[in-house]
């Protein structure tokens, strides 16, 4: 996983990275996004525009990456 904050700001980006040759699911937390717990997140997916929920999995295909835009709310 990959976290930058926007400059000068709270908000930022996520990557999560499948460098293997299979696909691969994980079910995403704060503390593996490397955002902290006692705060409150907005969560999008930035490829799909879709919101995130830490509910559920994400799947990540092989060689492939899921950017995440986070927000403070």
């Avoid at 696909?23 to 955002?35: D, E």
């Avoid at 907005?42 to 525009?49: G, M, R």
Wanted: proline letters at 4%.
């Amino acid at each position: 996983m990959w976290n930058t904050p926007k400059k000068g700001a709270e908000n930022g980006w996520i990557g999560v990275f499948n460098r293997s040759k299979n696909v691969q699911s994980i079910l995403p937390t704060l503390a593996k996004l490397g955002l902290s717990s006692d705060r409150e997140y907005a969560l999008v997916d930035i490829w799909n525009q879709e919101d995130l929920d830490l509910k559920n999995s994400l799947t990540i295909q092989p060689n492939g990456v899921v950017f995440i835009k986070y927000l403070i709310k």
